[in-house]
């Protein structure tokens, strides 16, 4: 959205509620809120990327699908079989 509408369109609802102080510095809040995202954004993504990579680092085995069994007679004795 083009920066002048969102500024016309705070300024008709800051009238509408009768919030005059917004509508004098929702510039400056609104540049507080986007220096703050920004870094939290990157922190998030840089905090997930390094748990990927530690992931991947720690070599686990990959997950099987489908039904892993440690011994026939286990599965008998609760009654399951695997196939």
């Given at each position: 959205?083009?920066?002048?509408?969102?500024?016309?369109?705070?300024?008709?609802?800051?009238?509408?509620?009768?919030?005059?102080?917004?509508?004098?510095?929702?510039?400056?809040?609104?540049?507080?809120?986007?220096?703050?995202?920004?870094?939290?954004?990157?922190?998030?993504?840089?905090?997930?990327?390094?748990?990927?990579?530690?992931?991947?680092?720690?070599?686990?085995?990959?997950?099987?699908?489908?039904?892993w069994r440690p011994s026939r007679a286990l599965d008998e004795s609760f009654g399951r079989v695997c196939l």
């Amino acid at each position: 959205m083009n920066a002048e509408v969102v500024a016309a369109q705070v300024k008709l609802f800051t009238q509408e509620l009768k919030m005059p102080g917004l509508r004098v510095h929702f510039e400056e809040i609104a540049r507080e809120a986007y220096l703050v995202a920004c870094p939290r954004a990157e922190i998030e993504s840089r905090r997930e990327h390094r748990l990927q990579d530690r992931l991947k680092q720690a070599r686990f085995p990959h997950r099987k699908m489908g039904c892993w069994r440690p011994s026939r007679a286990l599965d008998e004795s609760f009654g399951r079989v695997c196939l």
